[in-house]
């Protein structure tokens, strides 16, 4: 099903992303995270691209896997910062063969060493159109409350979405944030702008002192003083800092549904009994 029609049709909409192996390593990990899930009956599944490239058909066998075998629908993720057009025919080709019509079109993060760069798409707003110009796919694309690092200012970031939207893009889907308030101030200014697509909040769960530790040092997001309260609290502690990252999040997406909002993507590092938790917490306000 196209992932727009369901955001649009459904009273609620709940799903999560899982990443692929890396070339050569075990299938095992996503494979089991997904299949037990999908008892669940999440609204669709995303899976994750490697920006270099080198993981493509590891994404496009996850996502047969979780069509095929598990019945869900799935979302493929494909960054062009270092593919070229035939390499981006490649995959869609293969998307196409394979009957998938949801596809997330991101920039990926530029590589260090820009020298080696492919030039034939800059940014994902391009990508999109191509997309578009390839078949009837269901294209996604990122959208950040906080402003993309890259951007000098938010208003330039949000101009710059707009381009992704008008390039074909159906929904958007949020990077995290830890803040509903920057969320909803986010909303107001999206559709101050202009831009009517979907656009579905991305949670994620922190559960170990360690992963707030590194988003506080690379993201550069907001992080609520009761989550780093927390992550202190519960340093030595790993169970308890996990249940306490599932009961952050769910009360994110509770907030978010009393606050009028139908849809919450959550990311689960392939990790099924983060989502599991979450659901559990959320699944009466969402009438399951
Ligand atoms: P773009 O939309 O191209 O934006 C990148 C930067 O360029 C922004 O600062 C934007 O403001 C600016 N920009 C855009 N258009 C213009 C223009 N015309 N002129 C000037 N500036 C412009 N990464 C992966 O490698 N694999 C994944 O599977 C993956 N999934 C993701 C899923 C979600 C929901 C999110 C939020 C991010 C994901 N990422 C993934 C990370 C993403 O690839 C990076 O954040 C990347 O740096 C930007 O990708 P983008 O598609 O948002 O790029």
């Given at each position: 099903m196209r992932i727009s029609k369901l955001l649009k049709e459904n009273d609620y909409s709940i799903s999560f992303e899982v990443f692929p192996p890396k070339p050569g390593a075990s299938f095992d990990s996503v494979m089991e995270c997904t299949s037990s899930l999908a008892a669940l009956k999440p609204d669709f599944c995303s899976v994750t691209y490697g920006?270099?490239?080198?993981?493509?058909?590891?994404?496009?066998?996850v996502v047969k896997y979780v069509q095929d075998e598990l019945g869900m629908t799935p979302l493929a993720h494909l960054t062009c910062v270092q593919s070229s057009k035939e390499d981006i025919d490649k995959v869609l080709?293969?998307?196409?063969?394979?009957?998938?019509?949801?596809?997330?079109?991101l920039r990926g993060d530029l590589p260090k060493d820009i020298e080696d760069l492919k030039t034939d798409f800059k940014y994902a707003s391009e990508l999109i159109e191509y997309i578009k110009s390839k078949g009837d796919f269901c294209i996604g694309g990122a959208c950040y409350p906080e402003g993309h690092p890259e951007s000098p200012d938010k208003q330039s970031d949000l101009e710059n979405l707009k381009r992704k939207a008008e390039a074909g893009a159906e929904f958007l889907t949020t990077q995290m944030f830890f803040d509903?308030?920057?969320?909803?101030?986010?909303?107001?200014?999206?559709?101050?702008?202009?831009?009517?697509?979907?656009?579905?909040?991305?949670?994620?769960?922190?559960?170990?002192?360690?992963?707030?530790?590194?988003?506080?040092?690379?993201?550069?997001?907001?992080?609520?003083?009761?989550?780093?309260?927390?992550?202190?609290?519960?340093?030595?502690?790993?169970e308890a800092m996990k249940q306490a990252g599932i009961v952050f999040a769910s009360l994110q997406v509770l907030d978010l549904i009393s606050n009028g909002i139908r849809a919450f993507h959550i990311y689960t590092m392939n990790k099924a009994e983060i989502y599991e938790g979450i659901y559990e917490n959320v699944r009466s306000a969402i009438g399951r």
């Open positions: 920006a270099s490239g080198n993981t493509a058909g590891n994404t496009v066998k080709a293969e998307l196409k063969d394979a009957g998938i019509v949801n596809i997330m079109a509903n308030s920057i969320f909803y101030n986010f909303m107001y200014r999206v559709r101050d702008i202009g831009i009517e697509v979907p656009i579905v909040p991305g949670i994620m769960p922190l559960t170990s002192s360690q992963q707030i530790s590194r988003i506080k040092e690379l993201s550069g997001a907001n992080l609520p003083p009761t989550l780093l309260a927390m992550a202190d609290k519960f340093r030595n502690n790993p």
